[in-house]
Each structure stands twice: as structure tokens, then as C-alpha cells.
């Protein structure tokens, strides 16, 4: 009995170490490999075998948004945790918007690998993602990311510029560590803490503006880098540990050598405060040539042929958006009431620039007359008419809609709030609708909820 025990336990050995459940061909006849998560309703993708093997994926991956398998379609959320591990031959990756995470060293060691484009459905980096993916040059962290993980883009000695979105409240430890290519960082002022060696061996940096918002800096989170301009907008200065340390916050040379510029008035704050009193040489004013970095312009949305465009006044710049559509939820129910609503958020980055203010908009669909005309099956086509609503200042601006048409704005308790008509495509509508509360858009008979911002 105990030889059968022990044969049964060896033929199932193999299932249990299996590291996927199926393995799906690409568009490109790729092979990927994938787990099933969420009860079976979704995926994953996953490394093909060992963790101590070299994985087979080479040259461009495309991820695909669905799946197909056992006449089943699911969709990939994710990417697990070491999927791609140790791919020395991956060149680039294509990630679809349905995934919402990167697992822990889902890319280490991948460093022929030079391009990726993370989606703005990705919400969580993990430890380690891009660990030691040294042919990176470039990377932007969409603004759906509110953390930067520890170790996420330690010794990718090859990157050049990072873009770090306002959505990122944290940088975790030795994040950049050894990224030696690096030459500046903008951190984005929705940043509140620098982690342990965030930014350690970074011998490239030259300059680093640090914001208002960050009330904390771990040690050694800029050692290591001969940073020669070091603009602190941060007015109340907190300590940080000073030279005397073993754990510095930054190098001795950047003590000794760097301008620490500050804001004005703050000048013996920084001189009375441990650590930042270690400078030499500390001068009150915005540093780097006597100006502050210069902030992208705030850009604008508009929607015209089903093709939505962001314009910003700042030249060269890019804009990032993160679009969510409000009826995507789950139910139990019999019935799901669709307002057929998507969310907008978009801001303008750029090398060298602080990061715009964000732009909000909600875009909808409002029903027009139905056609009467060319009617099959008692089935009238009801045709849609896009609607783009933006607020500014006090002032809601509803685009797209039919001269004439009545606008009107209300609380969410029923009292009229404005109202406006329709005048060359848009209508303007004044509202005491504090900012952070939500309106009710009445156009014509269609209502929409819109959040003021």
C-alpha cells in the first residue's frame, strides 16, 4: 500500500510543479503560457517552467486582450509573478489594456529588452518588474499607477529619462537604484515619500527637484550620484540624515560641491535642520540658471468623429489619459441599467518639465430622434450623439449638443443649480456646485451624473 502511496504521489508530481495551466498561440504564432485565475474566469500569464531555467519567449511578444481556449474566451489581467524570467533573447513586449498588474520580477534579467509600453489599465509594479532590464532606454508609468514599487527599476543601467505620472504617491526602495544613464528626474508633487536608496548609483543625475509634498526621504535615497543643482521646494524642511552618517541621504560630494536652492524665507529653516544644514552651500531661489523647472500647460480634450484629441500649449509635450467607462461593474441581477458614461482624465508631460494639472471630462451618449425609415422587424435604429461635459472655474461646458437644446444642472437632492441653452454646439452653464460634489446634467431629456472638479 505504501509503494502504491508513493507511486501515486511521484505521477503527480509533475502536475504540481507544472507552472501553467494551458499555453495559448499568439497573433504572431507565439506561444504564451498561462494560469487560470479568479475562479477560472481569467488569466494569467506565467513562466513556461523552472524558476532556475532560462524561459523560451524571444524577440516581440504580443500579449493578446483575450483568449480562446476549449471553445471558452477569457480575458488576461495579468502578468505574474517572474513570467517573463531570465528571457535574455524578449526585445519588446505589447501589454493589453485589460491587465491591471505586473507581478514581482516579471521581467528580470530581460535586458535585450528594449521597449515596453505599460497601459493605463495597470494599476499595481511590482518588486522587482524591470529588475536588471539594462536595454531599457526609455519608460512612462501610465497615471493609473499610484506606487512605484521597491527595486522596480533597480540596475536598468541603460535608462534615460523616466516619466513619473501625478498619480504616484510613493517611490519605493532602490526603485532606480543604479540607473546610471539617468541625467534628471522630475518627481511629480503628488509624491509624499522617497524610499531607502530610491535613486543610489544614479552617478548620471546631474540635478533633482524635489516638491513640496514629500514630507519623507529614506536614506541613501540620492548617495552615490554627484548631483551638482539641488532644488528643494519642500517649505517646512524635515531632517534627513546628514553627512556624519554611514547612511547618507546624499553623496559627500554633493554635500560638499551642490547649490541646494530653496524656497524664499526658508533659507534658515534648511540651516537650522539636520541633514539639509550639511550643504555648503545652500541659496534661497528657484536654482538650475534661476528658474523653478517649467510645468506643462494644462491640456485640453475634445471629441469630434468618434476620435477623442488632448492638445497642450506646451511644445514637444505628450499627453498620458486614463479613460474609465462607468458601466463596466459587476451585477447579480436580472438587469443592468447602462448611462453608456466614460471618465477622462489626461495630463501633459515632458522631459526637463514638471507635470501639467490634470484635465477631466466625462464623455456620453444622448439618444436622438429614432429613424422611422427603412424599419425591419418592427426594430427602429435609434441613432447617438456624442456629448463632452468639462468644468472650469465655476463653469460647466457641455459640447455636441443640438442648438436650442435645454441644459440644466441640479444637485443631487433636486435643486436647480443653473441652466443654459444651446448656442453654436455648446452651452455654458454658471453653477455654485462646490468642486469634489456631484451634479446632475439634465440635456434635453437625457441625465447625466458629473462629478465637478
Given at each position: 500500500m505504501k509503494k502504491q502511496l508513493l507511486l501515486l504521489a511521484m505521477l503527480l508530481l509533475p502536475l504540481v510543479a507544472s507552472a501553467h495551466d494551458i499555453e495559448v498561440q499568439n497573433a504572431d504564432g507565439v506561444f504564451i503560457y498561462y494560469k487560470y485565475i479568479n475562479n477560472g474566469t481569467e488569466l494569467m500569464v506565467t513562466f513556461r517552467g523552472s524558476y532556475y531555467g532560462s524561459n523560451e519567449y524571444q524577440g516581440n511578444v504580443a500579449i493578446p486582450e483575450e483568449v480562446t481556449y476549449m471553445n471558452r474566451t477569457r480575458k488576461v489581467t495579468s502578468i505574474g509573478e517572474r513570467a517573463f524570467w531570465n528571457c535574455s533573447g524578449l526585445t519588446s513586449v505589447t501589454i493589453p489594456n485589460s491587465v491591471t498588474s505586473i507581478g514581482n520580477s516579471a521581467f528580470y534579467y530581460c535586458y535585450n529588452l528594449t521597449s515596453v509600453t505599460i497601459p493605463n489599465s495597470v494599476t499595481s509594479i511590482g518588486n522587482g518588474a524591470f529588475l536588471s532590464c539594462s536595454g531599457l532606454t526609455s519608460v512612462t508609468i501610465p497615471n493609473s499607477v499610484t506606487s512605484i514599487e521597491d527595486n522596480a527599476f533597480r540596475n536598468c543601467s541603460g535608462l534615460t529619462s523616466v516619466t513619473i505620472p501625478n498619480s504616484v504617491t510613493s517611490i519605493g526602495e532602490s526603485a532606480f537604484r543604479e540607473c546610471s544613464r539617468l541625467t534628471s528626474i522630475t518627481i511629480p508633487n503628488s509624491v509624499t515619500s522617497i524610499g531607502y536608496a530610491a535613486f543610489y548609483g544614479c552617478s548620471g543625475l546631474t540635478s533633482i527637484t524635489i516638491p513640496n509634498s514629500v514630507t519623507s526621504i529614506g536614506d541613501r535615497a540620492f548617495d552615490g550620484a554627484d548631483i551638482s543643482n539641488v532644488v528643494s521646494l519642500i517649505e517646512n524642511p524635515f531632517k534627513i540624515t546628514g553627512k556624519t552618517s554611514d547612511y547618507r541621504t546624499f553623496s559627500q560630494n554633493t554635500f560638499n560641491n551642490a547649490t541646494l536652492y530653496v524656497p524664499k524665507g526658508t533659507i534658515e529653516k534648511y540651516k537650522a535642520t539636520d541633514g539639509w544644514k550639511d550643504f555648503l552651500f545652500?541659496?534661497?531661489?528657484?536654482?538650475?540658471?534661476?528658474?523653478?523647472?517649467?510645468?506643462?500647460?494644462?491640456?485640453?480634450?475634445?471629441?469630434?468623429?468618434?476620435?477623442?484629441?488632448?492638445?497642450?500649449?506646451t511644445e514637444g509635450a505628450m499627453c498620458q489619459s486614463t479613460i474609465t467607462d462607468a458601466d463596466i461593474k459587476s451585477y447579480s441581477s436580472n438587469e443592468v441599467q447602462l448611462t453608456v458614461t466614460y471618465n477622462i482624465s489626461v495630463y501633459a508631460t515632458k522631459a526637463g518639465y514638471e507635470n501639467s494639472e490634470t484635465a477631466t471630462a466625462t464623455l456620453c451618449w444622448i439618444d436622438k430622434e429614432p429613424s422611422t425609415e427603412g424599419i425591419t422587424d418592427g426594430v427602429a435604429q435609434i441613432p447617438s450623439k456624442a456629448v463632452l461635459i468639462q468644468s472650469k472655474g465655476g463653469i460647466l461646458k457641455?459640447?455636441?449638443?443640438?442648438?436650442?437644446?435645454?441644459?440644466?444642472?441640479?444637485?443631487?437632492?433636486?435643486?436647480?443649480a443653473g441652466s443654459a441653452v444651446c448656442r453654436n454646439g455648446a452651452a455654458l452653464v454658471g453653477t455654485s456646485i462646490q468642486p469634489g460634489?456631484?451634479?446632475?446634467?439634465?440635456?434635453?431629456?437625457r441625465v447625466v451624473e458629473f462629478l465637478i472638479k
Amino acid at each position: 500500500m505504501k509503494k502504491q502511496l508513493l507511486l501515486l504521489a511521484m505521477l503527480l508530481l509533475p502536475l504540481v510543479a507544472s507552472a501553467h495551466d494551458i499555453e495559448v498561440q499568439n497573433a504572431d504564432g507565439v506561444f504564451i503560457y498561462y494560469k487560470y485565475i479568479n475562479n477560472g474566469t481569467e488569466l494569467m500569464v506565467t513562466f513556461r517552467g523552472s524558476y532556475y531555467g532560462s524561459n523560451e519567449y524571444q524577440g516581440n511578444v504580443a500579449i493578446p486582450e483575450e483568449v480562446t481556449y476549449m471553445n471558452r474566451t477569457r480575458k488576461v489581467t495579468s502578468i505574474g509573478e517572474r513570467a517573463f524570467w531570465n528571457c535574455s533573447g524578449l526585445t519588446s513586449v505589447t501589454i493589453p489594456n485589460s491587465v491591471t498588474s505586473i507581478g514581482n520580477s516579471a521581467f528580470y534579467y530581460c535586458y535585450n529588452l528594449t521597449s515596453v509600453t505599460i497601459p493605463n489599465s495597470v494599476t499595481s509594479i511590482g518588486n522587482g518588474a524591470f529588475l536588471s532590464c539594462s536595454g531599457l532606454t526609455s519608460v512612462t508609468i501610465p497615471n493609473s499607477v499610484t506606487s512605484i514599487e521597491d527595486n522596480a527599476f533597480r540596475n536598468c543601467s541603460g535608462l534615460t529619462s523616466v516619466t513619473i505620472p501625478n498619480s504616484v504617491t510613493s517611490i519605493g526602495e532602490s526603485a532606480f537604484r543604479e540607473c546610471s544613464r539617468l541625467t534628471s528626474i522630475t518627481i511629480p508633487n503628488s509624491v509624499t515619500s522617497i524610499g531607502y536608496a530610491a535613486f543610489y548609483g544614479c552617478s548620471g543625475l546631474t540635478s533633482i527637484t524635489i516638491p513640496n509634498s514629500v514630507t519623507s526621504i529614506g536614506d541613501r535615497a540620492f548617495d552615490g550620484a554627484d548631483i551638482s543643482n539641488v532644488v528643494s521646494l519642500i517649505e517646512n524642511p524635515f531632517k534627513i540624515t546628514g553627512k556624519t552618517s554611514d547612511y547618507r541621504t546624499f553623496s559627500q560630494n554633493t554635500f560638499n560641491n551642490a547649490t541646494l536652492y530653496v524656497p524664499k524665507g526658508t533659507i534658515e529653516k534648511y540651516k537650522a535642520t539636520d541633514g539639509w544644514k550639511d550643504f555648503l552651500f545652500i541659496e534661497e531661489g528657484a536654482g538650475g540658471g534661476g528658474t523653478t523647472p517649467e510645468k506643462c500647460e494644462k491640456p485640453t480634450i475634445s471629441y469630434n468623429n468618434g476620435k477623442l484629441t488632448y492638445y497642450c500649449e506646451t511644445e514637444g509635450a505628450m499627453c498620458q489619459s486614463t479613460i474609465t467607462d462607468a458601466d463596466i461593474k459587476s451585477y447579480s441581477s436580472n438587469e443592468v441599467q447602462l448611462t453608456v458614461t466614460y471618465n477622462i482624465s489626461v495630463y501633459a508631460t515632458k522631459a526637463g518639465y514638471e507635470n501639467s494639472e490634470t484635465a477631466t471630462a466625462t464623455l456620453c451618449w444622448i439618444d436622438k430622434e429614432p429613424s422611422t425609415e427603412g424599419i425591419t422587424d418592427g426594430v427602429a435604429q435609434i441613432p447617438s450623439k456624442a456629448v463632452l461635459i468639462q468644468s472650469k472655474g465655476g463653469i460647466l461646458k457641455v459640447e455636441g449638443v443640438d442648438d436650442g437644446t435645454q441644459v440644466a444642472v441640479y444637485t443631487p437632492d433636486g435643486k436647480q443649480a443653473g441652466s443654459a441653452v444651446c448656442r453654436n454646439g455648446a452651452a455654458l452653464v454658471g453653477t455654485s456646485i462646490q468642486p469634489g460634489n456631484t451634479a446632475i446634467v439634465k440635456i434635453g431629456e437625457r441625465v447625466v451624473e458629473f462629478l465637478i472638479k
